[in-house]
């Protein structure tokens, strides 16, 4: 099983971006699927977790303006971000538990200029 993540790219603050994370199984078998990020020279930290029942929770530093959305009929998880910020810039990875196991993308880097 792999996903794989896309969509990143330079943006001014302000601007949107929607990333979107392709799995090669269909992602009803996967438990939560989570978007992380991690920023140069920081820890990657959880961005958004949604469970197999669509019940989702967003981290607090991007509440109100992120959203995290599963498709299982396109097999794909989404992260709408919408008013990026400066801070905001970072690798973003989407991962999915299946059968016991934690499943990583690639990553996508997300650039947002001032």
């Known amino acids: 099983v792999q996903l794989q993540a896309s969509g990143g790219g330079l943006v001014q603050a302000g601007g949107s971006l929607r990333l979107s994370c392709v799995a090669s199984s269909t992602i009803s078998n996967f438990l939560n699927m989570d978007w992380y990020r991690q920023a140069p020279g920081k820890e990657r930290e959880l961005v958004a977790t949604?469970?197999?029942?669509?019940?989702?929770n967003i981290a607090n530093s991007v509440k109100g303006r992120f959203a995290i959305a599963r498709d299982n009929a396109k097999n794909t998880l989404f992260l709408q971000m919408n008013g990026l910020k400066p801070e905001d810039t970072a690798v973003y990875y989407c991962?999915?538990?299946?059968?016991?196991?934690?499943?990583w993308g690639q990553g996508t880097l997300v650039t947002v200029s001032s």
């Open positions: 949604i469970t197999a029942g669509g019940t989702a």
């Open positions: 991962k999915g538990r299946i059968w016991g196991l934690d499943v």
